[in-house]
């Protein structure tokens, strides 16, 4: 992740205070052990996670009975925030900083850039810009894939989305074929067969 991440807070006792968030997931809280904790008597031990997946700042609230609460809507699902959002947590305010920036510039990337060697984004970002599967559901096929990888099985991406029911094998193939354009566009001064 290249992007910087912090959370203003904009309202109480430490109002003014800049929270850098360091590692993902990240716990908002009142309890001392939570990533982030929040001195306030309204935000749940465990009140939130804040994520970032496939190149997206997401929070999702962990079932604090005040909820959480995106620029004034109540969220019930994991919501995407962007350089500008206001959180509020119990009767706290935060501000979401992307990069140092409150507003944003530019719309927020889809997904993480590709690498550097490559250019080209990862396969599952031509699933995601599809609208095939959701961030949650390469968040779950990501996590399936390191089970497997700890009991010494190695499997793609794909079979393992295939497996858990998310995609067709025509899906795969056809993010699979977009991907392949996007490498040899990027690579065009090389002769394919």
């Known amino acids: 992740m290249d992007a910087r991440i912090s959370l203003v807070i904009k309202s ?14 990240a ?15 309204m935000v749940a031990a465990k009140h939130a996670e804040l994520r970032y997946l496939l190149g997206r700042l997401v929070i999702a609230d962990l079932g604090a009975p005040e909820g959480v609460f995106v620029n004034g809507q109540r969220i019930t699902l994991p919501a995407r925030l962007q350089a500008g959002d206001v959180l509020r947590l119990g009767n706290t305010l935060l501000g979401v900083q992307i990069g140092g920036f409150t507003k944003p510039s530019e719309p927020a990337p ?3 850039g590709p690498s550097e060697e490559s250019k080209v984004p990862p396969f599952g970002f031509y699933l995601f810009k599809r609208g ?5 559901q390469l968040a779950a096929a990501a996590q399936r894939q390191v089970e497997f990888r700890e009991l010494g099985q190695k499997k793609a991406l794909g ?9 067709t ?15 040899r566009e990027l690579h065009a001064d090389v002769k394919w067969r």
């Not at 095939?132 to 949650?136: D, S, Y």
């Open 110 to 112: 889809l997904v993480a």
């Open 169 to 183: 094998p025509e899906q795969l193939e056809q993010a699979a074929r977009e991907q392949q354009d996007d490498f």
């Open 27 to 41: 716990v908002l809280g009142s309890d001392p052990a939570a990533d982030i904790t929040l001195s306030d008597a």
């Open 12 to 25: 109480g006792t430490n109002a003014g205070r800049v929270i850098r968030v360091a590692r993902f997931p």
């Open 132 to 136: 095939v599967v959701t961030p949650e």
């Open 159 to 167: 079979q393992v989305l295939l497996e858990m029911g998310y995609v």
